[in-house]
């Protein structure tokens, strides 16, 4: 049994930037959600997809943000013209049933 | 906003002695989840429990949920050093089940 899989774990990028994360989630599972965490806080929620569908964006999920699941699989996040407040650890996480997550490693940004 | 709070924010203890970590969250919920990071490691899901439930157990892991009082308890018995990890309670957001909100988390530090 693989686990969510994230790519690339770290990734350091110049202010104004874009960036594109992938998170390959469990094989069975069609619930995808991605969190931010910064450094001594709880993840925060960000977006999550049912199957290709993105049901729910967060508030914190600003125009700069854009997610896609396209065929109901991986996901992609992506962040146009990087800030510094944009350096977090990004995480996805999938599951099979509404509660129970599976996280990923993450993959962290840091914004120069 | 984070849902859940939990205390102590650090907790440091001798390897057997029993640790205690708490959490308190805010609106109603249908469950609570306790999930672990290691440092450089993504979140692992400990244990759910239900709100028609009271207590639950799990390997070394005790839960315990007190919905009048909305606070929930986690007691790892018999500590080890690779128990030292950071420690989060999680609910389910008020409108949707989907997205999780996780406090602030307890840093416990277990000595050999």
């Known amino acids: 049994d693989t686990g969510v899989s994230q790519n690339p774990r770290h990734k350091i990028t110049k202010r104004g930037q874009n960036v594109t994360f992938r998170c390959d989630p469990i094989?069975?599972?069609?619930?995808l959600y991605w969190y931010r965490q910064t450094l001594g806080q709880g993840p925060e929620f960000l977006t999550y997809?049912?199957?290709?569908?993105?049901?729910?964006k967060s508030r914190l999920l600003s125009d700069r943000f854009s997610a896609e699941r396209p065929k109901g699989s991986f996901s992609t996040l992506e962040i146009q013209r990087t800030e510094q407040g944009d350096s977090a650890m990004y995480l996805c996480?999938?599951?099979?049933?509404?509660?129970?997550?599976?996280f990923g490693p993450g993959t962290r940004l840091t914004v120069t | 906003s984070q849902q859940g709070e939990e205390d102590p924010q650090a907790l440091s203890i001798q390897e057997g002695e029993n640790a205690t970590m708490n959490c308190s969250y805010k609106?109603?919920?249908?469950?609570l989840q306790w999930y672990r990071q290691n440092s450089g490691r993504g979140l692992v899901h400990l244990i759910l429990?239900?709100?028609?439930?009271r207590e639950k157990h799990s390997g070394r892991l005790r839960v315990t949920l007190d919905t009048s009082k909305k606070s929930s308890s986690l007691l790892i018995t018999a500590s080890r050093a690779a128990d030292t990890a950071s420690y989060f309670c999680?609910?389910?957001?008020?409108?949707?089940?989907?997205?999780?909100?996780f406090g602030e988390g307890t840093q416990l530090t277990v000595n050999p």
């Open positions: 996480a999938s599951s099979r049933q509404r509660y129970e997550q599976y």
């Open positions: 094989s069975e599972h069609n619930r």
């Open positions: 997809f049912q199957n290709e569908a993105q049901l729910e």
């Open positions: 609106t109603s919920i249908n469950n």
């Open positions: 429990i239900r709100s028609n439930e």
């Open positions: 999680a609910t389910p957001g008020e409108t949707s089940g989907s997205r999780l909100t």
